[in-house]
């Protein structure tokens, strides 16, 4: 789009690591400076099941023989623990190196899914592609305060990845795990499963019903509970009891910790009945569901926008939400140029973003430091949050759909009846 | 003839009842002592104990059987039947009002000087109801009888930190199998005061009607500085059950300002003298520490002076007796306050304005000339989470291993079990040690919030248990005190400011966040159900035409 159309293939193939190093360099020298400290306890780049603060304790814990999972608030999957426990030394610099690293793995990984979906080996875009991850930031924010959060993006990213370029074990490998950091991760299994059976190239401008047979998901999702239950019995081994899955699973179901994020379950579950809770946390967590099956059909000529949908979705409605991922939803927007010229109102969106990113962290601090507002402040900055969220996701769905009208013609309209 | 002969088949069954009851021999003793302190201020401690000899506590595995009938000349019968009803072996119940201050006035008579609420009970294990539905029982009942919030004692505050509150009794060995357990629980912002002291009056023999009670004047002791009142009962080995009732308080005789020599008599400090003795009492004295470095005058004449403790044997005295200690010159206030027997002085506060997380810092002085062990024990609701890795102890200054050790750490349980954290430490000769460790405040719903929200939650106080203090010190200054017995050392309570939600905003909220839901969702909806369709625009142009 912006980049220029008349470079060689050897100048984009200069500029590409160029520009990919120094965001890197940008970024590490920011980790080991002061910034992080300073972010590490905000709550709207690190939910409790994402914050670097608890990891360390849950780390610390584990280390001195004290189960993290009898209690606390440490509600990582026990696969970053025993990772974190054993392999890494516990100090801050790795923990910069690899936040940073994990990012330049989902930035390749996207322009990877970028350079399969067009069918190339390399393209004038891969820089802004990249970039469009890098510089986000809803998504540099999480990672300067060692959120996990940024490394499930990436995971997400590289299970995608995997997805796109047909290596099933990987992709679904790289899922279960993501299933394990993430239980709300679950709403992207079908969209994977689905796009290892088809291909990755854009069909939205000429859709067609998929014709594979839908058995071939069997066998792929078979192979999808193995590693989940291989990976939960490595997770019971090392938290040496079951205790983790209501530490970790649990609290996306119940919500036990109601500290704010930028998600909508906080504060309505702060406000709730007693006698209503586990009906309306029940439908919270299906409503999450609901969405997959008719996104899928709706998009069964290109899976990959399909899963683009759903992140929005769990980007919007997920419990314990961070920004980076709603960040990863807006990002991946980047790899469908071709839908640009079909949004209906992306100024709107956009202003929305603007309006919400400014305020929550804002009305955040005048509630809980400042002492001079109070909890609606915020909650009302996290509403225009959810609707920025929401019209990203409408403009996204319609213009996914009206691209297969075709642009519109002189004295037509194109509307839904 | 009917009725005769039901007498008749009654009697050998009163007989058996009679031989088969709870109670043994009974013996009351009351006793009052008196110290004036550092800072010229008055401690007085009521004890008034009931030796229930030759009893048992009732074994834990004969809860189902109906119980042996209780009958008792001086034992309180409402006490009784709490305890019995809930096989509980040793009791512990403190209501305090106030901050015992441990650096001017040493250690308090009796341990439990933490403010607000304090109930800790020994429960045999092994019955059919479970040692948590006992305690539960337990702290209603006492609710009940003392007119105290005890009931809010639950599982919210309720904790098992065994090895800082020891049986001071014994524990009774029913069996191999049988252990007993330890129900902690700390109500920091419970307030002692008239209501609890009435029913508290009712347990005693002679009421507040002979005896050294009269002097339990309500006007009186709630006035002062600190006072508390103190239920404990505890079975001791070859002797009994004993249930100890207590009350201290610290008075102010300089408080009046109309002069500057700390007298006191009972007539000032309670504003009643004792005009009857107890007539069931084996023992009735009162027992006045006489000042060490001050020239003074006691009236009347004490019954016996044994070393600096002057004794007043109450059925003996000529009555009504009426105590009276006068200095001769008015009172040097000390330059610096240091009590030989406390071994350390220690500071507790929660730092950090906002209402995310904060900082728990404490700071403990040691000035003895020797390293001093102590236990460090928190029992905090789930509010406030501790991150044991960012536990820290500089020593004057700078960070040092090896003041921590044996942490006991068992987390706590999002809205309902409190942390125990117990660590051992180890204070070296005449340093200040600085512990702090970060902590997060808990977010939580609007029905969990106090009525009074906005002023925040008391946090119990810290207990600190010191263990090898050194070389005993003999000239302690307190009276009888058991130099082997564990002393505690309770911290002031802290105050956390929780962030509230809008109390008024529950429908509104529900509202708001299912209509957003509702309207992405609805055009999610839209979006995929609804057909695609071109119009035509012409017939519009041709009408404006």
Known sequence: MSSPSKTSLSDVSARYPTALLVLIAARLWLSVTDVPKHLQHNQQLSSPLTSYFQLQEGIHLFKNDIDPYSGGSFRHSPLLLSFFATVLPDSRLVASVLWTLGDVVAAWALVQIWRTRQNVVQSSRDTLVAASYLLNPYIFLPTLALSTSSIENALMLLAMMFACKKKASAALFTLSFLLHLSLSSIVMLLPILLLLINDPHSHLASPQPMTKPLRKLWPLFGEFSMYTVVLALISTLVAGSLAWIPQTWGATLTLPDLTPTTGMWWYFFTEMFDHYRPMFLMVFSVHLIIYVVPVCLKFQHDYLYANFILLGILGTFKAYTTLSDPGLFLTMSVIFPETYSYMRHPIVTVLLHLHASLLMPLFHSIWVTQGTGNANFYYASTLVFACANGFALDDAIWSGLRIAIGPSVEGSHVVQE | ???????????????????????????????????????????????????????????????????????????????????????????????????????????????????????????????????????????????????????????????????????????????????????????????????????????????????????????????????????????????????????????????????????????????RTITRTCPVARTSEIMVLLPQNAAYHIRPEPSSVSGSVALYDVASVEKPLNVDLLFHESLTYPLEYRSDSVPFTVRRVLLGSTQTHGQLSVTITNQKPYTVQALYLETMPWLVQFYLHTLQAKVDGVTQDGIISNITYIPPVAHSRPTTFQVLLTLPAQTTVHITMDVTKAFLRYTEHLPDAQRGWDLPPAVFTPLEVGPLNLNDTNVGQKAEEKRRIYTSTLLVDLATPDFSMPYNVIIFTCSVVAFIFGNVFNLLTRRFVVVRLEEDKGKKE
């Open chain 2, 1 to 271: 003839m009917h009725s005769t002969s039901k007498t008749l088949i009654l009697w050998p069954l009163t007989v058996l009842c009679l031989a088969a009851r709870v109670t043994g021999q009974e013996v009351f003793d009351e006793k009052l002592s008196l110290r004036t302190l550092q800072d010229g201020k008055v401690e007085s401690t009521f004890t008034f104990t009931t030796l229930l000899k030759g009893t048992l506590p009732r074994d834990p595995r004969t809860l189902d059987e109906e119980d042996l009938s209780q009958h008792y000349k001086l034992f309180p019968l409402a006490l009784g039947q709490i305890l019995r009803e809930y096989a509980i072996t040793e009791l512990h119940l403190n209501i305090n009002a106030g901050n015992w201050n441990y650096d001017r006035w040493g250690y308090p008579e009796e341990k439990g000087v933490g403010t607000g609420a304090e109930l800790w009970a020994w429960l045999g294990d092994g019955a059919t109801k479970t040692v948590d539905e006992r305690w539960r029982g337990l702290r209603n009942a006492l609710a009940g009888l003392f007119c105290a919030s005890l009931g809010s004692l639950d599982e919210l505050r309720t904790t098992s930190p065994a090895e800082t509150f020891t049986p001071e009794g014994t524990l009774p060995t029913w069996g191999d199998s049988l252990s007993h357990q330890l129900r902690h629980a700390s109500l920091p912002s419970e307030h002692v005061c008239t209501e609890n002291l009435t029913p508290f009056l009712k347990l005693l023999p002679c009421k507040s009607l002979s005896g050294i009670a009269t002097l339990l004047n309500p006007h009186r002791l709630f006035d002062a500085d600190w006072h508390g009142m103190g239920v404990h009962v505890l079975w001791r080995e070859e002797q009994g059950i004993e249930m100890r009732l207590t009350f201290q308080s610290v008075s102010d005789p300089l408080r009046s300002g109309l002069h500057k020599k700390p007298d006191w008599s009972m007539q000032s400090l309670f504003d």
